[in-house]
């Protein structure tokens, strides 16, 4: 039976961390906090002076919510270029949301000149910080030969990563690996679980997946996919 298994796409994370070590910045902590305080009223001008204020002050975590904020045009004109600029500044201060954007940034070429191989470069620093998102995208720039060779094994080892994180489209994509024997033996067991294991959370393209894969399995099979994906998530809780 020709089967067609569903790829789940790159995408576009935009988020709020802030991690930084605020002991370097103690006069921003009540600017920073008021911004916030604007932004979830709805007062977007507000919140952008004050995430300026800060963020010219070197804190990466403002950085970044001005370039999210700039991407997005709350309070702000929309200008890619200028988000750009300060998902970068943030990037290179560590800031691993910031270097998970400025990726997702070059791959779509939103404000700068599209470049696979700076994209991949990106993800990979978030990746390597665990940030599952970048995990994911970095699967599938391997996967696809985008920005990096093309290479199965390190595919897998990267929608693992971003799977053992719950992360759904990781999951949905390390079953596609299994499934089909791309940078791992073929095991419809194993490709089975993590089929489930995105179903479960709402991915559509795993239940898919999973229903169809369960056609050339045997019942024993599929019920020892289902006790894995059952102790799986025990771990979990």
């Not at 070197?58 to 999210?68: C, E, K, R, T, Y």
Request: aromatic residues 10%; glycine residues 10%.
């Amino acid at each position: 039976m020709k089967r067609s298994l569903a790829i789940a796409a790159c995408t576009l994370v935009l988020l709020f961390l802030a991690t930084s070590a605020w002991a370097d910045f103690p006069t921003s902590v009540e600017a920073f906090n008021k911004g916030m305080s604007f932004y979830e009223a709805g007062n977007f001008e507000e919140a952008a002076k004050l995430f300026r204020k800060v963020a010219e002050q070197g804190n990466a975590d403002a950085q970044h919510i001005l370039g999210v904020i700039y991407q997005t045009g709350r309070g702000v004109p929309q200008d890619n270029s200028v988000a750009v600029g300060w998902y970068r500044k943030a990037a290179d201060r560590g800031q691993e949301i910031a270097q998970l954007n400025l990726g997702v940034m070059y791959d779509q070429g939103r404000g700068v000149p599209q470049d696979y191989s700076k994209a991949a470069k990106w993800f990979r620093r978030a990746a390597e910080q665990g940030n599952a998102d970048a995990q994911f995208n970095l699967g599938l720039m391997h996967k696809l030969g985008r920005g990096v060779p093309q290479d199965y094994s390190e595919a897998v080892k990267w929608f693992q990563k971003a799977a053992e994180q719950d992360h759904e489209k990781g999951q949905l994509n390390l079953g596609v690996m299994h499934a089909n024997g791309q940078g791992a033996p073929q095991d419809y067991v194993l490709a089975h679980m993590w089929f489930n294991l995105a179903a479960s959370k709402g991915q559509e393209g795993g239940r898919k997946n999973r229903d169809i894969i369960a056609t050339e399995m045997t019942p024993q099979q599929i019920a020892k996919a289902q006790q894995l994906a059952r102790e799986w998530k025990a771990k979990k809780e």
